[in-house]
């Protein structure tokens, strides 16, 4: 008997000598019918040398081919098929297919097929023939060995190869978020389980979260600004920063303090991360993702939220910090990005920047003829040069009709900005001209620049005394701003990018503080606050610089939105939910009902609040349900999945959806096409596309690719492909793969997923369909 490819071992061959000195090596093959390249080299004692070159061919009078699927599927139909070779003569003979159950040896070929199992053939010299079984696969087998055997003209082979059989029910997860911006009663109906009436489907739980004080969340990300472990001059600020604007928050919200040392009595719970929470509702196990060091690293950060707090710790903290940063600082006044290396100019304005927002908020110690505020001055003194330097240099190099068309680059702007803070030095002699000459420009140009850019600009102008300017750019933003009742207030048409003044947090912190400073626009300050919070429900803040600013933006403009005065009224269904524990602070809860005692009428949720302010939270209904009855479900993160058949034409190869006339036949190619939308950003998000037991990737090798305008790691597995993205923006995004057509049959396509890991209210997944491949 024949074993599986994969199972052949190579051996090394043994060298049999004969009388007359020839020499017989004896070894094993792979099971294939191919040729062999052999080489030799043999040497005497005297070291005479002998080497040879020939040819072998391994093959077997009959041998059976089989073509099996890597898997079976419940109430697939499936046909099986193999091929008959016969090497060196004519054979005659019979070739059955037998099943069996791997585990105990019975046959169950019946439970397949009612038909007859065994097939004659006849296959001429050096040719082959083909046999094929139809067979369905019946709902209670989990597993069937194949066994091909093939006999005739007193010789046979065969094969035999154990497959899975996988259910035709899938676990479905379909979420429905919960978001609450504004005082009153809002209901949400989850309409597919309101309106279930499948026979099939069975229910495993429903699951009710809810998080009425989401900003405490920013509160939990500032122990990442101290824990961060570099020691270049930026995240030393950082740990300056976050130490300073931890003891403001404590000194006017005493609360605050109250709340961490409540987390810390609470245990390991109280500090899963985003990441951890809801792992039963994730459709892959968090250890199985790329992300799991990620998890563990943000769970970390709010496990030191007490060490955070504390006072004493604080305020050595920060002392060291700051000695520190005076040793770093260079005897011109700048400081470079690590120590040793030359000047940067961002990073100081980007520190002199940061000392204005604590200075703004009267939470920085810089003022006086302290250390601190030597140090200070002696960063902006060195602004002030290296402008004047930048703009005579400008003079040198470009004709005054280029100047008059000259439009400054992203660091001038922040040089504006940060600048703009320390009116208390005043600009003088030829430093004033290359700053009027920059902001003269700047006023010209504004609408040339990105958001980042104009909010700089607009907190800048107000603070040189170009009102009209101000509020012009605040006004142009306020029209093309987005307004939603759950989102807030944003910029559709924002385009993040990978350079600092693209980053989507800090410039969203950078318009609340415009808004807030310049505008003194309360609801609009809320309305974008409202934007920054969304943020962090599905993504990560993974830069100190991008934690320090959106803290400074939520926590610290607008209302109050860590009082904890705003409890929800919540029904689910007719009853009312009290929450038996909730988690200080954020106020998060959670309500789990399994099995018989979900109803249809818990598919409605009525939240009730007295108290404008960001509220969040979802309802998770998970079920079993057979794939071909499953409809598609879409929360503001979708997707749409095409099967594409690719047709040959003399003008090259046309891709046609599947549908109407057009059929499959096996050797056919298919293209998979996957549309991802999502109106928010989403951290961590794993797509998962099954596919039909007749369907094989062309690729077999897992890989990070680019597509569509995405970056993400495809990972190939038996009965689907996997995706993981790191990041999607807000966009529209397709992406394909091809797939060969290997059987005939009539067997389920699975159904395509996706959820965000981060925050597994936005999933979606496709409907359930069939692919019929005729013969």
Known sequence: MRTDFRETAFFFPELLTERDGSVVLRFTTPDALTRWNLMGLAHTKELQLAQFNKQATTSKPLMVVPNLPRFLRHGDRITLTTKINAIESAVTGSVRLSLFDPLSGAEITSRFTQQRTEQTFTAAPGTSTAAAWPIVVPDDVDMVSVRIVATGAGISDGEERPLPVLTDKVLVTESMPLPVTKAGTKTFSLDKLVNTTSTTLLQRSLKLEFTPNPAWYAVQALPYLMEFPHECAEQTFGRYYANRLATHIVEQRPVVRTVFEQWSKQGETAFLSALEKNAELKSVVLEETPWVLNAKDEGERKRRVALFFDMQRMASEEQASLKKLRDMQLPNGAWPWWSGMRESRYITQHIVAGFGHLEALKAADTRGDGPNETMLAQAVQWLDEDVDRTYRELLKNTKAEDRAKYVPGAIDVHLLYARSFFTRWSIIGS???????????????????????????????????????????????????????????????????????????????????????????KPAVDQLRQYLLKLKQTTDWKTTKATADACYALLLTGDDWLAMDNAPIIKVGDATIKPERAEAGTGYFEKTWTGDAIEPDMGRVTVTTAKDGVQWGALHWQYLEKMDKVTP???????????????????????????????????????????????????????????????????????????????????IRDAGMHFFFDRISPGTYVFEYDLKVTHAGDMSNGLTTAMCMYAPEFSSHSEGVRVVVGK
């Not at 989102?487 to 318009?511: D, I, K």
């Not at 099967?643 to 059929?663: F, M, R, S, W």
């Not at 037991?693 to 990972?715: N, R, T």
């Open 431 to 521: 430093t004033r001209t290359a700053m009027d000459f920059y902001v003269a420009r700047c006023k010209e140009t504004w609408l040339q620049r990105g958001l980042q850019e104009q909010a700089m600009l607009a907190l800048a102008f107000d603070r040189m005394g170009e009102k009209a300017t101000a509020q012009l750019i605040l006004k142009s933003l306020g029209e093309r701003a987005t307004r939603s009742e759950e989102l807030g207030m944003y910029w559709n048409g924002f385009n993040a990018g990978y350079v600092w003044n693209e980053f989507p947090t800090e410039t969203q912190a950078l318009l609340i503080e415009a808004f807030h400073e310049v505008g003194k626009n």
């Open 633 to 715: 479900h879409e929360s503001p993160f979708a997707i749409k999945k095409s099967v594409l058949l690719e047709q040959p034409t003399d003008a090259g190869v046309l891709l046609v959806e599947l549908g109407g006339n057009k059929k499959l036949n096996p050797g056919d190619r298919v293209t998979i096409r996957i549309e991802l939308r999502t109106d928010r950003y989403l951290d961590y998000v794993h797509l998962k596309d099954q596919r039909a037991a007749a369907f094989e990737p062309v690729e077999a090798i897992s890989g990070y690719k680019w597509q569509g305008g995405l970056g993400y790691y495809q990972s």
